[in-house]
C-alpha cells in the first residue's frame, strides 16, 4: 500500500460479458464493460493467450492510453489476430491445420488467406504458423 495512501482495485458492476463462460471461454466480449478498466500496477506483460497487454483499441473502453482489461484475456479483434480463422480469439493447431488443408486445396470452408493476396499458399501456411507460435 502507498504511503498514507490505499490502493483501489479496479471492478465493474455487473455482468462482465465473457465469451462462454458456461463452457470455460473466459474471453471478452466487444461490449464488455471490463474492456480498459483494468490497473497497470502489477498487471503482466501478456495474457493467457500469449497477447501483448495492454491492447487499447480505439472508440472501445477508456480512451486515455491506459487500456488494460481486467481479467486473464485481454481484447483483441477478429483483425487484431490476423491468423485466426476459426474466430474464437486464439490462434492455435486447429488454425493452422485449417490454413494447410486450405492450401492443398482440401476444404475451404474458412477464410484462410492470411495475407489477403488472393490465394492461399505456403505463405498464408508460414503466417499462421507464426502467429501460432507468437513469432
Request: proline share 6%.
Amino acid at each position: 500500500m502507498p504511503h498514507g495512501g490505499s490502493f483501489e482495485i479496479p471492478s465493474i458492476a455487473g455482468d462482465p460479458l465473457f465469451r462462454d463462460p458456461d463452457n470455460g471461454d473466459y474471453h471478452l466480449t466487444l461490449d464488455s464493460p471490463a474492456i480498459d478498466m483494468g490497473a497497470d500496477d502489477g498487471a503482466p506483460a501478456v495474457d493467457l493467450d500469449d497477447n501483448e497487454r495492454p491492447n487499447d483499441l480505439v472508440d472501445i473502453g477508456d480512451e486515455t492510453g491506459q487500456g488494460y482489461d481486467i481479467g486473464a484475456y485481454e481484447y483483441y479483434t477478429p483483425d487484431d489476430l490476423a491468423g485466426d480463422v476459426t474466430g474464437d480469439g486464439i490462434i492455435n493447431a486447429t488454425d493452422v491445420q485449417l490454413v494447410i488443408n486450405a492450401a492443398l486445396g482440401i476444404d475451404a470452408a474458412y477464410d484462410c488467406d492470411i495475407n489477403k493476396d488472393g490465394a492461399v499458399n505456403a505463405v498464408d501456411v508460414q503466417l499462421v504458423i507464426n502467429a501460432a507460435l507468437g513469432v
